[in-house]
């Protein structure tokens, strides 16, 4: 079946250096992709999103790319502070927006170390 | 700052119990969702409700699980019985229509 994946399980950046990190999606009727934030006990947190009609959009300190033509997702982080420190999870809807529902990545442990 | 709650934030309890998880979505969303979250198989779709509507339940085991809300301000997830694989952290999501789910801090459930 389809599903989204993502390129790196772990990073491990430097404090005040900036973050990258990717995801490949298959399902090509998708055209809605959040990017979550999931710190240690807690439930995952929105960061940005981004629909099929844009290939990039940004926020404070981070910025999401899309990439359609090769199915791939990626959020950078501006200066990644300690804070940052978190499993992240790109998810896609996949069935072209009909109902909302999302299907998750399996998330990049993102350690920053100051 | 609304957010969603959930209860129990952890339950431990022997196989073959009855598990219930309760959900209150953020006040005027109308689309609710259930996760699991695991190591092996990170968040994984269980079902979603819209309008209080089940939309979606084919992620859930149908002879050991049901959701239901019995009215807008709450969803239920149950286990009956429960068995030492449904160990997991259980999120409960809403949103409104389409929009992006809001997360609530999710129930660690340990079976034994």
């Known amino acids: 079946g389809e599903s989204v994946g993502l390129h790196l399980p772990t990073l491990s950046v430097q404090e005040g250096d900036n973050s990258i990190i990717n995801c490949a999606y298959s399902?090509?009727?998708?055209?809605?992709f959040i990017w979550y934030k999931q710190e240690s006990g807690k439930g995952p947190q929105f960061i940005i999103d981004?629909?099929?009609?844009?290939d990039k959009r940004q926020g404070q300190r981070v910025t999401v790319l899309l990439n359609k033509t090769v199915k791939h997702l990626s959020l950078q982080i501006a200066a990644t502070q300690p804070g940052d420190s978190a499993v992240y999870f790109c998810?896609?809807?996949?069935?072209?927006?009909?109902?909302?529902?999302?299907?998750f990545g399996k998330g990049t442990k993102l350690s920053v170390k100051p | 700052d609304a957010r969603v709650t959930q209860t129990p934030r952890h339950k431990v309890t022997e196989m073959g119990q009855e598990v219930t998880m309760r959900c209150q979505p953020i006040?005027?969303?109308?689309?609710v969702f259930w996760y699991r979250q695991t190591m092996m198989q990170g968040l994984e779709l269980l079902a979603y409700?819209?309008?209080?509507?089940?939309?979606?339940d084919s992620g859930m085991p149908k002879d050991r699980f049901s959701a239901e809300m019995p009215d807008a301000t709450l969803a239920t997830l149950k286990i009956q019985p429960s068995e030492p694989r449904d160990s997991a952290v259980y999120f409960c999501?809403?949103?409104?229509?389409?929009?992006?789910?809001?997360f609530g801090p999710g129930t660690r459930l340990t079976v034994l």
């Open positions: 999501a809403s949103g409104l229509n389409r929009g992006r789910p809001y």
């Open positions: 399902n090509s009727a998708s055209d809605y």
């Open positions: 981004i629909r099929s009609n844009m």
């Open positions: 998810a896609e809807n996949p069935d072209g927006g009909s109902q909302g529902n999302l299907i």
């Open positions: 006040l005027g969303h109308n689309t």
């Open positions: 409700f819209r309008n209080r509507a089940p939309l979606d």
